[in-house]
């Protein structure tokens, strides 16, 4: 039965790849990235080696509590991606709860990404093990680390299951995730401010709080590599039975409760609320205006994407003013323009979001300048919230950098990187167009197989936007700040002209586009 599921598992990936060179070329990519990173990790960890023995043990515990915060967090924000994720999935196969748990653990060890998870932590071994002994327990003590991440991953992502497929756990695990992102930065944060006492004192603590969880006493296993190694793993493999047996009653428990996200209940309007409608112009650019601002309001995956863009931005802010207080005018164009490329990503596929039903426009539209017409609502409705939002982020890190003033030159280029982000999107969604998955899931850029085409296209609308900002943002560097007031009637001509160009383009090719963006996932 484990075999069969991962065969299936492996079934499932081959067919999905089978004729789409998209999703064959985006699996090549992960299966590169995952590489990559096995290589990387395992050379780092390897490299603590020759640290002291103190440091690198607790070094290394730290990294084991990291790689098993990280396989709790990664699958909940791929739920509604990997269908392997959701128990409901399998609640029709007849199958004892056993039998499941036991063919999704198998499920889980199989594929690119995971076997590099195992790779990179026998670089612990490396890092900790002296002599035959640490050798010997070394083995199973990264194969009860990896196996402690699956289980653990599998507990919180079946006990967590019903509440993601609603609306409201959708917007709960944003919020989560990036309150999470947070205080991984902490310690970049704490460092550019300045610790007050000293790292190694302060690493030193961190590994005595570490020393008794599991990741701890796995790394302390391969460090003493004797008896008291032994019964450290025994401890170990024995939390990984407990957290076995916690799943197994939590994927039974799923899989006889009802399905909240299909429970009654609709939005309702109150009395009083101002609708948005009466300050949008009438006609098709109105009505695209407020679609749009309705997506950024309700629906998960547009919320997520202002609120990443927001949070990354006063993180990065905050990084590139450290304890001395030195700052220059690029500590307040950096975080401002970043912010405004990452705004500006989201029109890099803009007729993602609509899905299937883009195809009610693509009757509609008897011109391209209906299409024109319909990208200058989305950028339109892109503007209403982005600017203000950069204008907040401008002042925020020109007064971190102490000169309010640098706000009235980062303002304009990032309005101006805005325009011009919206016009390269407006290119590459009518000629690089890609699925977004279902609804279930706020972190998804793209449908499975599809992540590599999501990442090229993003990589290229960056890039690209880079490079016709830079007549602009160079010499207002180079000390010409009076330069910032074109950078607005630069963007707008940029916005524009992609929007024309861009219309002209997918007008022709309006069959291929909502075929593209109606890929069952």
């Given at each position: ?125 490396v890092a900790l093990a002296h002599g ?347 000390g010409l700040t009076w330069w910032a ?37």
């Amino acid at each position: 039965m484990t075999w069969l599921f991962v065969r299936l598992k492996l079934s499932l990936v081959r067919g999905g790849l089978r004729g789409d060179f998209g999703k064959q070329a985006g699996f090549v990519f992960s299966l590169a990235a995952a590489l990559l990173a096995a290589v990387a990790g395992f050379a780092l960890l390897s490299l603590i080696r020759l640290a002291p023995s103190g440091v690198a043990f607790d070094l290394v515990a730290a990294a084991f509590a990291m790689f098993a915060v990280g396989w709790i967090i990664v699958p909940l924000t791929a739920f509604g991606l990997d269908e392997t994720l959701d128990p409901a999935r399998l609640a029709v196969f007849p199958l004892t709860t056993r039998q499941l748990a036991t063919g999704m653990l198998a499920a889980s060890a199989a594929g690119a990404w995971p076997i590099a998870s195992l790779a990179a932590l026998f670089g612990g071994m490396v890092a900790l093990a002296h002599g035959p002994g640490g050798v010997l327990l070394g083995v199973p003590a990264v194969v009860l680390q990896f196996a402690f991440c699956l289980t653990a991953s599998r507990l919180v992502t079946t006990a967590l299951s019903g509440v993601l497929r609603t609306r409201r756990g959708r917007d709960l695990l944003a919020v989560a995730a990036i309150f999470v992102v947070l205080l991984v930065q902490l310690p970049n944060l704490l460092v550019n401010r300045g610790l007050s006492g000293d790292p190694t004192r302060i690493l030193a603590s961190v590994g005595d709080v570490l020393r008794w969880t599991p990741p701890g006493l796995a790394a302390h296993a391969i460090a003493d590599g004797g008896l008291v190694g032994v019964a450290e793993l025994i401890v170990v493999t024995m939390s990984v039975v407990v957290l076995g047996w916690l799943w197994i009653v939590a994927l039974r428990h799923a899989l006889v409760r009802p399905d909240a996200s299909t429970r009654s209940g609709g939005s309702v309007r109150r009395p009083g609320r101002v609708s948005i409608g009466r300050f949008l112009p009438d006609g098709m650019l109105g009505a695209v205006v407020a679609k749009e601002l309705k997506y950024a309001g309700r629906e998960p995956r547009g919320r997520v994407n202002w609120i990443i863009a927001l949070f990354v931005t006063v993180l990065i802010t905050l990084s590139l003013h450290g304890q001395d207080g030195r700052a220059g005018l690029g500590s307040v164009l950096g975080p401002a323009c970043m912010a405004a490329v990452m705004i500006g990503l989201q029109a890099a596929n803009s007729f993602g979001i609509d899905g299937r039903s883009l195809w009610m426009n693509a009757v509609a539209f008897s011109t391209p300048r209906d299409m024109r017409t319909d990208l200058a609502g989305r950028h339109l409705a892109m503007a209403v919230i982005g600017v203000p939002m950069l204008a907040l982020v401008s002042l925020f890190a020109a007064l971190l950098a102490g000169d309010a003033v640098w706000a009235l030159v980062a303002a304009p280029i990032a309005w101006g990187v805005l325009g011009v982000a919206m016009g390269v999107g407006a290119l590459t969604s009518v000629t690089s167009p890609y699925t977004y998955p279902d609804r279930l899931n706020a972190f998804s850029g793209a449908a499975p197989g599809q992540g590599g085409q999501a990442f090229a296209v993003s990589l290229a609308t960056t890039l690209v936007t880079g490079v016709l900002m830079l007549p602009v943002v160079l010499p207002v560097l180079f000390g010409l700040t009076w330069w910032a007031v074109l950078a607005v009637p630069y963007g707008v001509a940029a916005a524009w002209a992609g929007r024309r160009i861009a219309a002209g383009v997918g007008f022709a090719r309006l069959p291929e586009i909502v075929a593209a963006i109606s890929r069952p996932t």
